[in-house]
T-cell receptor, first 111, second 116 residues
Framework: KAGVTQTPRYLIKTRGQQVTLSCSPI?????VSWYQQTPGQGLQFLFE???????NKGNFPGRFSGRQFSNSRSEMNVSTLELGDSALYLC??????????FGPGTRLTVL | AQKVTQAQTEISVVEKEDVTLDCVYE???????LFWYKQPPSGELVFLIR??????QNEISGRYSWNFQKSTSSFNFTITASQVVDSAVYFC?????????????FGDGTTLTVKP
């Protein structure tokens, strides 16, 4: 089975712009979670989608949003980018239960 | 609120030494799940183990072993006879249930460096 894929792998944006990141889960996995990883804050949960519905949400401002499509692929969007949004964004998929399988991440740099 | 503490920020050992990575957690839930992940320099987190709160049996997988003690809220990870390829950041994580395992709380990670 192919693993979790994330595109793009690297992204450079400027403050104020918006960005969309994509995640394709492992085939058959219906849950997709997003995490932000920064040196200062570590790994923080953003949100989880299951069957196109947001199931859980972390403590991030409304500028961070996501969605899931019927094929379980997910996108997350960050609007009005700030310097502090520079991070590695990790996507993880899993069947409804059990452990998460992570993708390689998208490294976002905001200038 | 859940919390995971990995007090060791960095550990450096010489190849073939044994090393233990500590993980202490806090939760009010009676049912919860604990995980360990490895993050090599490539960035992708690799799942190592999952343990539920009702299963306190220790587990061994090759050179890896895990010690789960509910009495001390700890879930420690030991690598026996460490190798250079074990160099990575290791994360301990906690989720309140199987359904919510997609919303895990992670520790800050321990960076392990194994020198030849």
């Amino acid at each position: 089975k192919a693993g979790v894929t994330q595109t793009p792998r690297y992204l450079i944006k400027t403050r104020g712009q918006q960005v969309t990141l994509s995640c394709s889960p492992i085939s058959g996995h219906r849950s997709v979670s997003w995490y932000q990883q920064t040196p200062g804050q570590g790994l923080q949960f953003l949100f989880e989608y299951f069957s196109e519905t947001q199931r859980n949400k972390g403590n991030f401002p409304g500028r961070f949003s996501g969605r899931q499509f019927s094929n379980s692929r997910s996108e997350m969007n960050v609007s009005t980018l700030e310097l502090g949004d520079s991070a590695l964004y990790l996507c993880a998929s899993r069947p409804n239960y059990n452990e998460q399988f992570f993708g390689p991440g998208t490294r976002l740099t905001v200038l | 609120a859940q919390k995971v503490t990995q007090a060791q920020t960095e550990i450096s050992v010489v190849e073939k030494e044994d090393v233990t990575l500590d993980c202490v957690y806090e939760t009010r839930d009676t049912t919860y799940y604990l995980f360990w992940y490895k993050q090599p320099p490539s960035g992708e987190l690799v799942f190592l183990i999952r343990r539920n709160s009702f299963d306190e049996q220790n587990e061994i997988s090759g050179r890896y072993s895990w010690n789960f003690q509910k009495s001390t809220s700890s879930f420690n990870f030991t690598i026996t006879a460490s190798q250079v390829v074990d160099s990575a950041v290791y994360f301990c994580a906690l989720s309140e249930s199987d359904t919510n395992a997609g919303k895990s709380t992670f520790g800050d990670g321990t960076t392990l460096t194994v020198k030849p």
